[in-house]
């Protein structure tokens, strides 16, 4: 089935150790989404990729980056985890076709971060 | 930015029972979306609507966007306890897809 895939679905990292989250999908959607959700909370926007075109919200802290190698891979790098980087991080995709239909965001299963 | 109010923020309902939320905006949607999530998942997309006045079932989920695209209800009948989890509706005025969260409507359901 095609489907949104993250790992690991349990990430623990400490204070300050670089660590790296994972998604792939199998949709051949062009645009790649990263959420941060903390408990409680709606899924908040990261950034995104349409293609190989970044695109970084303006309040997204410096210490998050990401990198989009090919159409189905996208990671997410943490530099520096501080303790309120602790939350579930979700991918999603879409399909955007200039002047075409919308197309919905499809969520992958969320990584949960651990930061110790 | 465009906010969303999304409410109730959370129901106790009975098995069988029908349940009822709703999301307001100040702004103009073209897009009204509506997620499901469950613990330690993510979020499953239930309903997608396209245009002002548009009403859409699947199974014993119906949901409308509103008239004047700033507004949509989500309506669940004869809950049962898988029905259980986190729903939030999510607008979208990008033609690239941002969307906007609602804080989400927490139900649990009671044999």
């Known amino acids: 089935d095609a489907m949104v895939i993250q790992n690991p679905r349990y990430q623990v990292t400490q204070f300050g150790k670089p660590v790296t989250l994972s998604c792939s999908q199998t949709l051949n959607h062009n645009v790649m989404y990263w959420y941060q959700q903390k408990s409680s909370q709606a899924p908040k926007l990261l950034f995104h990729y349409y293609d190989k075109d970044f695109n970084n919200e303006a309040d997204t802290p410096d210490n998050f980056q990401s990198r989009r190698p090919n159409t189905s891979f996208c990671f997410l790098d943490i530099r520096s985890p501080g303790l309120g980087d602790a939350a579930m991080y979700l991918c999603a995709t879409s399909r955007y076709q200039s002047g075409g239909p919308l197309n919905e965001q499809f969520f992958g299963p969320g990584t949960r971060l651990t930061v110790l | 930015g465009q906010q969303l109010n999304q409410s109730p923020q959370s129901m106790f309902i009975q098995e069988g029972e029908d349940v009822s939320m709703n999301c307001t905006s100040s702004?103009?949607?073209?897009?009204w979306l509506w997620y499901k999530q469950e613990p330690g998942e993510g979020p499953v997309l239930l309903i997608a609507l396209y245009k002002a006045g548009e009403l859409t079932s699947n199974g014993r989920l119906t949901a409308q966007f509103g008239i004047t695209r700033k507004d949509s209800f989500l309506n669940i009948s004869a809950s049962i306890p898988s029905d259980v989890g986190i729903y939030f509706c999510a607008g979208r005025t990008d033609s690239w897809g941002k969307l906007q969260f609602g804080a989400g409507t927490q139900v649990v359901v009671t044999p």
């Open positions: 702004s103009i949607f073209n897009t």
